[in-house]
């Protein structure tokens, strides 16, 4: 072997030059880079140097097949825009041509060159140290295949609120099996403790249980009620689910659902979930009359049997013989293709803000206790009250952005608070004709019909105070304060502080992550943003994907959303899944980390690194092992191994050391090294 | 070829401590397979020689020679450029010839600065403060002395090496292996292994032959060995917080460090095909750190109190960086 | 061309985050020192040691590191793993005399190409302050050529 075949190894390889309009050719000396790089790497192998107007088009295609046919190339390198815009394109080319289409790379010279410089001279040596690293890289490229792995054809759905309602029915509806599972003992979520929905004020429960029914009748959905995943194993198209079904003390298939039992049952107790504390119920209940399934639950905490070991009132009454005390945990195994995580959100706890006083100021209300209020099945059977039970508020006080756009709390806008607000607003006034005041920073209306609905809570006469309130307090200063709230607030628009006394205060809190949402996410091995929302694939172009194939989320469990939105993604999500059930097998990157057996020590460094579970240790051989189908390619584990026994397809250490001697041009300018003196 | 038809075997000691010598005389009786098989043509340690007969020879004239030191100086330089070129297989023979070794670790320091340690220092005893000198007059003339370089580098940083033993020393097991593979070729019963094998290792690394329980790693403190109060005899060293370079070293040793309680200081070398040994050590180390915190992670690196000389003990000279930038600030030579 | 210190410098981004904030960079067209020459990682946790040093050894003044902010990783937690490894390279490049300043590890997120650039910008001038690494050529000076064979090949 001569030296120069040493360094080329004997490989052909094509390096093309995009103008990309005057995008590049503006800036970079592209004709002159071509030409560079056919003779300065021509001992590297470069055989053939060219430039052309728009590599993109299907001329510049074109190009590179025919010149892969002609000229025998064996690698070809594209210098030109971002691989984020164009890599497909070039490795489909590529591929057109005859070979593999992970023999491509690309230089980056307009979006890290012509586009970031402005120095002629400067910029077209960039670009050729660019394309020095990308022609050295490529050198190392193996012929990848694609990844395929069949998909099974059942879904699982996290979560039974409107996201997941959505996404169920509409997998279910193509003829798919789902598994809806939820923790409480109803599907429905918040959407089914609001009253109104803005803007259009039709009934929340109105539009919601014919949907919670269709669920709960379909032939293609099982309903898993008062349960919860365990544990996720496996990958896309093929996951194994554990979800454990706790014990509801109730035989669903010989309870009728007539609710004599809860009727019977002589424990009441605050029921703090669906009612928010402003009602009671049973120790055997559902959460609301419409629930689906009809089936009420024990709940063992607060149930007189389980604390004294007697009462059964239950049991003695239930026509059809359902209560078994002897019930236990169930803990069964799914296997599904695809997963949808629509877990929803928490409400902002309103005492974190304490001058806001509530829990201390009984007055005070969070908005989530104002839907039940106003809801005819609340509570209050609808009426709007005071804490009292019975006096009608003759002046309310609504306050925005409670734990929103608040650097104390959180950051980011709750997107639903200033038209839910509005919507207080509008019932208060409807209702009691009292005087209301929405205290606000901005008003936030973008959606459809959502700004004319804003104009008509204005047309009402409700008042609109701009400024943050500092704080809403009983404690009277000035004459007509006595016996109210009083909400101290800076009046930006006014330029002056008002205190303004009213009987009742609403805070619209903010929307909050689940509390175990990380634990959500680690479970399922997809990552929250630092909020804690679920993060996207891609926020703009993938939103209800995640970086984990076969795990997709939706609803407010990315982020706050109104309930069109939350809708949209839970079809979203199914028609992603659909497509994928429809395909039958799915192609994935090749981007993937696989272990020597033979160079591996079982030291165990690796074991703990990888988030997706790709990596175990087997007792019996003594050795780590990547399955390789869980593995996202992220490289960790190869830049961990002490080893150096993992390697990565598509981002190897000689590929990479590769690139770097190639952008530092030792390729081309040789380092002078003296001899010891 | 020798007179009596016995293929020619030399062994030089360069820049190293001898320890390498001596392995080979541990084989014990199998030393006589060599004898049998060679005739010993230049073995300065072992039987009078002088260069001026290596040089008087015919090139490729020997056939094996194993090399053992690093080339500090300008002796050491010509010696490897000889047999190299009267060698038809030369073979880096330990730790110095393969990586640097300890040798290598000056490579940290100026020249001033080693002159200063060797002759100045309270273990010298040098009242006078002599220091060597390159070039000397006496009466009979000019006595030189070879000039030092500033650095250590290994064989294969000065010439072309064949193959390579790691191993500080090598282990007597792995010296007999291969001088049975080198038989076994002269009998014509196998071939030889392609040009820089490394020979004498495992496929894997110490970790492979060591027998302590090993789990999932996560290290929240390190601890320096000589402030540990009692080594648990079972559990990886690493678990324990005690930096063991074992996952990152070359296996054919049968783990004797781990075994005896001591971490493994790394003196096999990288595993193979491994480009950098601190690299792989400090990217495996650093992994397992059980902290999200920057200045938790600080505090627990803190423990760590000589990443350069415990990443880079042996491999320092054939490292990524060679060197020290303290070693070419320097005056040197 | 003036005489002035022009440093190279190697920066590595990750898939998701830096090098998307680069390309951002780019397309609104913010300018920034041409001194950086980027590559992609799929993930700040792909970065190994080996490849900083490779770096620093073949020429580069600084190198460059990038990741997902804390918390914000697209593969969950490994831009952790990096911070951890960068911080024990940056001691042992210490301890051997290199600058530790040399190695800068910054995150920044797909939206951020105008604070990857600013920060390009905050680097370069940083190198510029350290002066020339220049460690092939120095290392050379002082006996570490990158070996050429001069003999005939051995015959096997």
């Known amino acids: 072997m001569t030296g120069e075949e040493a360094q080329t190894n004997g490989h052909r390889i094509g390096v093309y030059v995009c103008h990309c309009g005057t995008n590049i050719a503006g800036v970079v000396d592209v004709e002159h880079v071509s030409e560079w790089a056919k003779d300065a790497l021509g001992d590297r192998g470069v055989v053939v140097g060219k430039d052309y107007k728009f590599m993109c088009s299907d001329l510049g295609q074109e190009l590179i097949q025919k010149d892969i046919e002609r000229e025998g190339l064996d690698r070809v390198v594209v210098a030109a825009c971002s691989p984020h815009l164009h890599e497909k394109t070039f490795r489909n080319a590529t591929e057109r041509g005859g070979l593999n289409p992970y023999l491509c790379e690309m230089a980056s010279i307009r979006e890290q060159v012509s586009w970031v410089h402005t120095n002629k001279a400067i910029a077209t040596e960039k670009a050729k140290a660019m394309i020095s690293g990308a022609v050295e890289r490529v050198k190392e490229h193996e012929s990848l295949e694609p990844f395929r792995v069949p998909i099974e054809e059942a879904t699982l759905i996290v979560g039974g609120g409107i996201a997941g309602i959505q996404s169920a029915l509409e997998i279910a509806n193509a003829g798919h099996p789902v598994y809806l599972v939820e923790r409480e003992p109803s599907i429905g979520g918040h959407m089914a403790q609001f009253d109104k929905t803005f803007p259009t004020l039709d009934c929340s429960a109105c539009i919601l249980t014919p949907r919670m029914s269709e669920v709960g009748v379909h032939p293609n959905i099982e309903l898993l009620t008062w349960s919860e995943v365990e544990k996720v194993e496996g990958y896309v198209g093929n996951f194994a689910v554990t979800i454990r079904k706790k014990a509801s003390y109730v035989i669903n298939e010989d309870c009728t659902g007539c609710g004599i039992c809860w009727q019977k049952c002589p424990k009441k107790v605050i029921d703090d979930k669906f009612e928010v504390g402003l009602g009671y119920r049973k120790a055997i209940y559902t959460p609301f009359e419409q629930a689906v399934p009809k089936y009420p639950v024990i709940d063992h905490d607060n149930c007189t049997y389980f604390e004294k070991g007697s009462c059964k009132a239950c049991e003695k009454f239930c026509p059809t013989e359902a209560i078994n005390f002897e019930d236990e945990d169930e803990v069964i195994t799914v296997n599904v293709g695809n997963i949808v995580l629509a877990t929803g959100y928490d409400l902002f706890d309103a005492r974190r803000i304490p001058q806001y006083g509530y829990g201390r100021l009984a007055n005070v209300f969070t908005s989530l206790e104002f839907e039940r209020m106003t809801n005819a099945a609340g509570p209050t059977d609808g009426d709007i009250v005071l804490r009292d039970g019975v006096t009608a508020p003759k002046s309310v006080g609504i306050v925005h952005c409670v734990g929103s756009r608040d650097r104390n709390f959180n950051n980011y806008c709750s997107s639903i608070c200033c038209m839910q607000s509005l919507k207080f607003a509008h019932l208060v006034h409807e209702r009691t004709g009292a005087e209301v005041f929405n205290f606000y920073i901005d008003i936030r209306t973008p959606a459809k019909e959502y700004d004319e609905f804003y104009q008509r809570v204005l047309d009402e006469g409700t008042r609109f105070v701009r400024g943050r309130v500092a704080e809403v307090t009983d404690a009277a200063r000035l004459p007509g304060e006595e016996g109210k709230l009083i909400v101290q607030v800076e009046d930006t628009l006014a330029g002056q502080q008002r205190r303004i006394p009213v009987d009742m205060v609403i805070l619209s809190a903010a929307l909050e992550p689940r509390t175990d949402a990380y634990e959500t996410a680690k479970k399922f091995g997809i990552a929250c943003s630092a909020n804690g929302w679920f993060t996207e694939k891609h926020p703009k172009l993938d939103p209800v994907a995640t970086m984990t194939e076969g795990v997709f989320i939706a609803g407010c469990s990315t982020g706050p959303k109104d309930i069109p939105a939350t809708v949209s993604q839970g079809s979203a999500a199914a028609a992603r899944i659909l497509s994928y059930i429809e395909m039958g097998e799915l192609a994935l990157e090749p981007v993937r980390a696989t272990v020597i057996a033979e160079q591996c020590s079982g030291c165990r460094i690796c074991n703990d690194l990888c988030p997706f579970n790709a990596i175990s240790y087997d007792a019996e051989t003594e050795l780590s092992e990547i399955n390789i189908a869980l593995c996202q390619g992220c490289g960790t584990c190869v830049a961990a191994c002490p080893a150096g026994a993992i390697t990565g397809t598509g981002f190897s250490n000689e590929q990479v050391l590769a690139q770097i001697e190639g952008l530092l041009m030792l390729n081309v300018e040789p380092q002078p090294v003296a001899e010891p003196a | ?333 | 061309m003036t005489n002035e210190f022009d440093p190279v410098i190697i920066g590595f981004t990750c898939n998701w985050c830096s090098y998307r904030a680069a390309d951002m960079a780019g397309t609104a067209r913010i300018k920034y020192p041409h001194n950086v020459r980027l590559m992609r990682l799929m993930c700040s946790g792909r970065l190994d040691p080996t490849f900083v040093l490779k770096a620093l050894a073949g020429g580069a003044d600084g190198v460059l590191l990038t990741g997902c902010h804390p918390g914000e990783c697209h593969y969950l937690e490994q831009n952790y793993k990096a911070l951890r490894r960068v911080k024990l390279l940056k001691r042992t490049i210490a301890a051997m005399g290199i600058e530790p300043e040399r190695v800068k590890l910054v995150w920044a997120s797909a939206a951020e190409g105008t604070f990857l650039a600013k920060e390009i910008g905050v680097f370069v001038e940083e190198i510029k302050a350290l002066g020339p690494l220049n460690w092939p050529q120095r290392a050379g000076i002082n006996g570490i050529p990158v070996h050429q064979p001069e003999i005939e090949e051995v015959p096997a």
């Open chain 2, 1 to 333: 070829m020798s007179e009596n038809g016995k293929p020619k075997f030399a062994m030089y000691w360069a820049a190293s401590c001898g320890g390498c010598e001596i392995a080979v005389l541990n084989i014990h009786e199998r030393i006589l397979d060599v004898d049998a098989n060679f005739e010993v043509a230049f073995w300065p340690v072992a039987m009078d020689a002088k260069y001026k007969d290596v040089e008087a020879m015919q090139d490729g004239e020997i056939l094996l020679t194993l090399f053992n030191g690093g080339i500090r100086n300008e002796e050491n330089e010509h010696i490897a450029k000889l047999l190299r070129k009267k060698s038809q297989l030369l073979v880096a023979f330990g730790s110095c010839a393969n990586e640097g070794c300890i040798p290598g670790l000056a490579n940290l320091s100026p020249m001033e600065a080693l002159f200063e340690t060797a002759y100045h220092t309270a273990s010298t005893e040098n009242p006078e403060g002599i220091l060597p000198q390159y070039e000397y007059d006496v009466p009979e003339g000019t006595i030189t002395i070879p000039t030092m370089y500033p650095v250590l580098r290994t064989l294969d940083q000065v010439v072309d090496v064949d193959y390579y033993i790691p191993g500080c020393p090598p282990e007597s097991h792995q010296i007999e292996a291969v001088i049975d593979a080198v038989i076994a070729v002269l009998k014509g019963e196998a071939e030889l292994p392609p040009k820089g094998t490394v020979l004498g290792v495992g496929t894997s690394t110490v970790c492979d032959e060591c027998s302590r329980k090993r789990d999932v790693k996560k290290i929240k403190q390190f601890v320096r060995i000589q402030d540990v109060e009692r080594i648990d005899p079972e559990i990886c060293l690493l678990e324990q917080g005690i930096l063991c370079n074992g996952p990152a070293t070359a296996s054919g040793c049968t783990a004797l460090c781990p075994a005896a309680g001591a971490p493994c200081a790394g003196c096999y070398g990288p595993a193979n095909g491994v480009i950098d040994y601190g690299a792989r050590m400090m990217a495996s180390v650093a992994s397992v750190i059980d902290s999200r915190d920057p200045d938790e992670i600080d505090a627990i690196l803190d423990g760590l109190v000589d990443p350069a000389g415990s990443f880079y003990r042996f491999n320092l000279a054939h490292s990524l960086l060679h060197t020290g930038q303290a070693s070419w600030n320097g005056k040197g030579s």
